[in-house]
């Protein structure tokens, strides 16, 4: 269809297909009136069952803790499929007459110190000196997950960042020793092998998978809501390996192309 | 510790096994020999496959809930996530473990595997279908379908060297995650009506309510499954996925993947919306009869014109889940009976083609027809699988492809819906007649050098190491094992009967729910008993295979019409069928938004207006 | 009107696929499926919200005060993590995409017709 075309045969269909979906949309209950029983049997039983104050970390934790581990896994395969997609590919290492990866490593080391710009002197205080309270704050966010709104996924991501900031400090040495294949993966594999141990360790028990096993401690607590605050490490674990790699692949895409562009040697 | 204890524990190993050997494999990348990871690759899909062996064991005379956490349901609510363990979802399971075992095994060794990535995806794929097939909570099965669908299209643009792979695999990519979106609009609505994921529970609360809200949900719903399924018109992404996805891919994409998508809305339709579409049955059959008879015959002649192998093979895989819609549109347990040994007969047959397309690639660089003409008379052996995999195709007896068309058969003779085993026999005469078509022109060498099919040539690359001259075992060994076993398994005393028991199980709505929220422990729902006879599916098989062998015969032969006269309005209609399948994801979407929203108005219609 | 948040949410879903029909960039595409999901999260948070219902975390106060649906907002939680990564992996299609034909227009980009 050539694009005129696909703009009018659309535009026709999607009226069409918002007015199903109005159609349907107008018998929902009015908003602002939540009728459904699931959530409200949670907000009651929640703090008392599981002793964990914030009842969404409990919910995506304990009572549908095998969504997460679905969720957790869906995170795992996406980065590992971006790594696979996003692979150096024969003719990008063959830039360099068929020498070893340590050799491109080498000449992208020295093509940057010689012309990328280096950051400015504020940028380069700026980053540095947030990334130890942004690790700090990180690990706040994991571990008080079952208390106030937080959890392995936000603090994962809060934990991702501190390499990045490395990298916007100009500081590639540094950001390509942290950020080395071997650890990022070992920790993304760790945290998904982490959850499912947490849930198998259940079946021994006598339990269900993902049966919460451990002592559940005083609610208002950090250490409470029993395997609750596992889980939230081995996804904070998960979540910041990942990050950290999808951030890794994409800006060696961007240094591949710069070495290319830079006259390819 | 009793059987029945023991069982329930190894519940969650399906999922649990592949994602932990994924993990761990990703964990060791760098550090592992590749024959380490095939071993692990393979023993953890086999101890998949033990498991839900044992599962299916036990749940032959009462299938099991199991409550994940240990939150069983209260007064009727349920807190947690569940998997209903019955014999129609266990044996979906052993399909799709055998499937990625038949994937690994044909990848060992030569597969260009990029250290234990492929395993991981693979491995991950596998636990959400198992997952998939296994759960009884909505939003569990929007998790899993989408960890499916990550997997999936990381898996289809593997070829990273190739840029029609990428592109190919951004197609599959946006639609199906439109696809996926909508689902979750789907789940929104039903859980804004009932305030529950579980689908038990949102049947047992829907009751017959059959409100603007409900019917949407399952519109979108059933768009949303029915693009993973590739169902017209949500099916232009498939041809394009397969045409560039690596073999082994391709073996689960067609062989399961796609019927997962009618295994859903089966599901769905059944747990859900058996109530409240219990008056409207009509609408619901009449609409999905028509979409699976186009898919159907849609598929079947767009195989036929295809040279790419994997597309034409692709292309059959929509004709004959065309057919599965078609089955399922009868709303009847015989019926679904039937769609259950269609599945697992195509899913062999598929399986064990497109693993002959890969020996081919293999062998000769080339899955192209026209340039593989005559190259492969050395080796008849191979050939075989496409003969017998076209007999397959075709439905011919003894394959499960046959029990489960006259299944479904009989069923549609009993709702007077007696042009359906015409449809059935079409779409297997036109599929069968390309598949022997091919191996007509490679492995005799008949046909013209050109042919009047003026489909572009898109170049494959091999996807596997050397040596290139020898067909290795495990890749000739999966792909005969697999057309035997669709041959062989038909055999088994009393299949009929056990499908039959699944399906109906799986349609008592009620049970289904006093299982999952009562706790009950009833057992399973079994068929009334009668024999069928077979002969009239005999005949209809006998006709669709005679006529896929003249057709192919006529298609090499020099009969074939090439005087423009004749040519010229098949030329046009072909052309104009090509246009549409574009390549181009905007069409696409475009087709898809057509699709949702007039299976939306045109069921609003039936059920509102009409009163059907 | 209480239907308009809902037809929000409907609204961005059209508009989102209005912007992966037309667009004429990959990454533009990328971006306007996020839209679309975006309008899924509207929807699902829209359905669990109860007038004068305060967040489900009861630090410090009474169990048994109206709050907010908690099951979507967790749905929602790890669903925006989890889209991210897909995103990334759509994206990184489009790279790959630029990489080998040099541009990132679907009309120019055909090879996969018929």
């Known amino acids: ?265 | ?612 | 009107m209480s239907l308009f948040p809902y037809l929000v949410a409907a609204w961005l879903f059209c508009i989102g696929l209005y912007g992966v029909v037309t667009s004429r960039n990959f990454i533009h595409l990328v971006m306007c499926l996020a839209v679309v999901q975006s309008s899924t999260y509207v929807l699902l948070l829209t359905i669990g919200y109860r007038i004068g219902g305060m967040p489900p975390v009861f630090a410090g106060v009474p169990v048994g005060t109206p709050a907010v649906d908690p099951v979507v907002q967790a749905l929602m939680l790890t669903d925006i993590v989890v889209e991210a990564t897909v995103v990334a992996l759509l994206l990184s299609l489009a790279v790959q995409v630029h990489k080998g034909t040099g541009t990132l227009n679907p009309d120019h980009l055909r090879e996969l017709q018929g």
């Open chain 1, 1 to 265: 269809m050539n694009p005129r075309f696909r703009r009018y045969f659309f535009l026709i269909s999607v009226v069409a297909f918002f007015g199903v979906f109005a159609w349907g949309l107008h018998d929902l209950p009015p908003f602002g009136h939540y009728r459904g029983p699931y959530g409200d049997i949670l907000n009651h039983v929640a703090v008392y069952e599981r002793h964990a104050t914030d009842v969404v970390t409990a919910v995506n934790f304990d009572y549908r803790g095998f969504d997460t581990l679905g969720e957790e896994s869906i995170l795992f395969m996406s980065v590992i499929g971006t790594s696979l997609l996003l692979r150096p590919q024969k003719k990008e290492t063959d830039n360099n007459d068929g020498k070893a990866d340590n050799s491109l490593q080498r000449d992208l080391d020295e093509s940057e110190r010689r012309r990328a710009p280096a950051a400015s002197d504020a940028a380069r205080v700026l980053t540095l000196a947030l990334v130890g309270p942004l690790i700090v704050f990180g690990w706040y966010i994991v571990t008080h997950g079952q208390l106030t709104p937080g959890g392995g996924f936000q603090g994962g991501v809060i934990l991702a960042t501190p390499p990045l900031l490395v990298y916007l400090a100009g500081d590639l040495k540094t950001f390509k020793r942290i950020t080395r294949q071997e650890w990022v993966e070992a920790i993304e594999g760790a945290g998904i092998f982490g959850f499912v141990l947490v849930g198998l360790l259940g079946l021994f028990v006598g339990g269900a998978f993902l049966q919460n096993l451990l002592p559940l401690g005083q609610t208002g607590s950090v250490i409470s809501a029993g395997t609750v605050a596992l889980l939230n490490i081995a996804t904070g674990l998960a979540v910041s390996g990942g990050f950290v790699q999808l951030i890794y692949v994409f800006l060696e895409q961007t240094l591949e192309v710069k070495l290319r562009v830079q006259g390819g040697k």
């Open chain 2, 1 to 612: 510790m009793s059987l029945s204890s023991i069982v329930a524990h190894i519940t969650a190993l399906p999922v649990a096994t592949p994602l932990g050997t994924a993990a761990v494999l990703a964990a060791l990348n760098k550090f592992l020999p590749r024959r380490m990871a095939d071993t692990l690759a393979i023993l953890a899909t086999l101890v998949t496959l033990f498991t839900e062996t044992l599962l299916l064991y036990s749940v032959r005379s009462q299938p099991f809930v199991y409550w994940y956490g240990g939150w069983a349901p209260r007064s009727g609510a349920a807190l947690g996530i569940c998997f209903v363990i019955d014999p129609l979802s266990c044996a979906l399971a052993m399909l799709i473990s055998v499937l990625v075992l038949v994937a690994f095994v044909f990848s060992l060794r030569y597969f260009d595997s990029i250290g234990t990535m492929f395993h991981v995806l693979v491995l991950g794929f596998l636990a959400a279908m198992s997952g998939f097939a296994f759960t009884g909570d909505l939003f569990n099965l929007f998790v899993f379908f989408e960890l499916m669908s990550a997997s999936a299209f990381a898996l289809c643009g593997y070829k990273n060297e190739e840029t029609t792979a990428q592109q190919g695999a951004l197609n599959f990519a946006i639609t199906n995650t439109i696809g996926a979106f909508l689902v979750l609009c789907g789940i929104a609505m039903l859980y804004s009506r009932t305030g529950a994921l579980n689908m038990a529970q949102i049947g047992r609360a829907l009751g017959q309510q059959s409100d603007a809200t409900v019917i949407t949900a399952f519109v979108f719903l059933l768009v949303g499954f029915y693009v993973k399924a590739a169902i017209f018109p949500f099916h232009f992404w498939l041809a394009d996925a397969h045409a560039v996805a690596p073999t082994p891919v391709c073996i689960l994409f067609s062989g399961i993947m796609v019927q997962l998508g009618v295994y859903a809305v089966a599901r769905v339709y059944w747990a859900i919306m058996a109530g409240p579409f219990a008056a409207h049955r009509g609408a619901l059959m009449s609409l999905l009869l028509v979409i699976g008879t186009i898919t159907s015959l849609l598929g079947a002649i767009m195989c036929f014109g295809q040279r790419h192998l994997k597309r034409l093979l692709a292309f059959s895989t929509i004709s004959h889940t065309g057919l599965l819609v078609i089955g399922f549109a009868l709303l009847d347990p015989h019926a679904l009976s039937g769609v259950a040994l269609y599945v697992a007969g195509h899913g062999l047959v598929k399986a064990s083609l497109f693993i002959g397309a890969g020996i081919l690639l293999h062998r000769y660089g080339s899955v192209d027809e026209l340039e593989l003409r005559g190259r492969a008379q050395r080796h008849h052996f191979s050939g075989i699988v496409f003969l017998l995999g076209a007999l397959g195709l075709a439905g011919v007896p003894p394959n499960l492809t046959f029990l489960g068309e006259h299944a479904i058969d009989h069923a549609a003779t009993l709702v007077h819906q007696d042009w359906i085993p015409v449809i059935f026999a079409f779409s297997g005469a036109i599929t069968s007649a390309a598949v022997l078509r091919v191996y007509g022109r490679v492995y005799l060498g008949w046909g013209d050098r050109e042919s009047l099919r003026t489909g572009k040539q898109i170049p494959e690359e091999r996807e596997t190491a050397g040596p290139h001259h020898r067909i290795p075992a495990v890749m000739i060994l999966p792909a005969f094992l697999m057309v035997i076993a669709a041959l062989g398994l038909t055999l088994t005393p009393k299949l009929r009967r056990a499908a039959e028991t699944g399906a109906f199980t799986m349609a008592d709505t009620a049970a289904y729910q006093s299982r999952v929220l009562d706790g009950a422990h009833l057992p399973n729902t079994f068929a009334p008993p009668g024999q069928t006879a077979l002969t009239p599916t005999l005949i209809s098989t006998s006709c669709a295979i005679v006529f896929g062998l003249l057709l192919a015969a006529w298609s090499l032969s020099p009969l074939w019409p090439k005087q423009d006269v004749i040519v010229r309005p098949f030329k046009l209609v072909m052309g104009g069928l090509r246009s549409l399948h574009s390549g181009h994801v905007g069409d696409y979407v475009a087709f898809l938004t057509l699709g949702a929203a007039a299976i939306g108005i045109v069921l609003g219609l039936l059920i509102r207006r009409f009163g059907m």
